[in-house]
């Protein structure tokens, strides 16, 4: 599975942000997908995540309310909407591949199997 993650760039507090993760090499459809990014000098965190027919959806407190996972399985990919972005959501963020669960969502990173390259937003204060 190969995830490009793709979206990111420089805004200002306020601002909103679309970033998009398209896979290949095999379908996600049947599987959670997730969301995470990491700061400098910070270790790698959850955002969202999302399962297999986009019903179920899990935030990290901070961003609950402001962004929203959703998905598009018959385009491969997944989304996650930033709105009101604050320069604490300045990161690399990520978007991984949870193989083991379709309808299980964990906030664990190792338990995801496959990532993407990171794409990095910049929040500007």
């Not at 993650?5 to 290949?24: E, F, I, N, Y």
């Not at 609950?64 to 009101?84: E, H, P, W």
Request: glycine share 10%.
């Amino acid at each position: 599975v190969q995830l490009q993650a793709s979206g990111g760039g420089l805004v200002q507090t306020g601002d909103s942000l679309r970033l998009s993760c398209a896979a290949s090499g095999r379908t996600v459809s049947s599987y959670v997908m997730g969301w995470f990014r990491q700061a400098p000098g910070k270790e790698r965190e959850f955002v969202a995540a999302i399962n297999w027919n986009g019903v179920g959806t899990f935030y990290k407190d901070s961003v609950r309310g402001r962004f929203t996972i959703s998905r598009d399985n018959a385009k491969n990919t997944v989304y996650l909407q930033m709105n009101r972005l604050k320069p604490e959501d300045s990161a690399l963020y990520y978007c991984a591949v949870d193989l083991d669960n379709e309808v299980k969502i964990t906030t664990r990173p190792a338990q995801y199997d496959y990532w993407g390259q990171g794409t990095l937003v910049t929040v500007s204060s």
